[in-house]
T-cell receptor, first 113, second 110 residues
Framework: EPEVTQTPSHQVTQMGQEVILRCVPI?????FYWYRQILGQKVEFLVS????????KSEIFDDQFSVERPDGSNFTLKIRSTKLEDSAMYFC???????????FGSGTQLSVL | RKEVEQDPGPFNVPEGATVAFNCTYS??????FFWYRQDCRKEPKLLMS???SGNEDGRFTAQLNRASQYISLLIRDSKLSDSATYLC???????????FGKGTKLSVIP
């Protein structure tokens, strides 16, 4: 069964450092997303990406965040200067149709020290 | 008012029991609805879509009531493997963003 893959599974970084989280969406999907989940909290939308551009973003997705699809398979989330409050599980997701039946990767646990 | 409200539980039920969860949403323009399950510290996994006409997948039945703005999930003949947190979610018209509730925790006890 096709799946969304994410790397790394865990990332530990110092406050102020840049991190890049990587995702390989399901190959025939056209819509890509990043969500995050702080421990004990709900899953929160960050950004959606379609046709090589951002289609929607939340208030969380400020200037410190960026996304990129550098080639035909990878989809990345960059946090330029990490803060303590960025510590969370970051999930990548993809879907065949926008906002419909998202399939999530297993997540990257980001810890900012 | 919160966008999506769910009873956090936990719901502790014996194997074989029937259990129902409700979820209310505030955005009347919401278009598509879904139930996901999430195991501890894992990713959400799509359980089923929810339609006004109701839909059933094996032991699971989902229902949407647009007039009252709630969706429901019914699990029959609960199994130990059903223990998880169940998340309801929706996307709005013209939006790709899924909004999730905090989830309802279910523990099925032997």
């Amino acid at each position: 069964e096709p799946e969304v893959t994410q790397t790394p599974s865990h990332q530990v970084t110092q406050m102020g450092q840049e991190v890049i989280l990587r995702c390989v969406p399901i190959s025939n999907h056209l819509y890509f997303y990043w969500y995050r989940q702080i421990l004990g909290q709900k899953v929160e939308f960050l950004v959606s990406f379609y046709n090589n551009e951002i289609s929607e973003k939340s208030e969380i997705f400020d200037d410190q965040f960026s996304v990129e699809r550098p080639d035909g398979s990878n989809f990345t989330l960059k946090i330029r200067s990490t803060k303590l409050e960025d510590s969370a599980m970051y999930f990548c997701a993809s879907s065949a149709f926008g906002g419909e039946k998202l399939f999530f990767g297993s997540g990257t646990q980001l810890s900012v020290l | 008012r919160k966008e999506v409200e769910q009873d956090p539980g936990p719901f502790n039920v014996p194997e074989g029991a029937t259990v129902a969860f409700n979820c209310t949403y505030s955005n009347s323009a919401s278009q598509s609805f879904f139930w996901y399950r999430q195991d501890c510290r894992k990713e959400p996994k799509l359980l089923m879509s929810v339609y006004s006409s109701g839909n059933e997948d094996g032991r699971f039945t989902a229902q949407l009531n647009r007039a009252s703005q709630y969706i429901s999930l019914l699990i029959r003949d609960s199994k130990l493997s059903d223990s998880a947190t169940y998340l309801c979610s929706y996307s709005g018209a013209g939006s790709y963003q899924l909004t999730f509730g905090k989830g309802t925790k279910l523990s099925v006890i032997p």
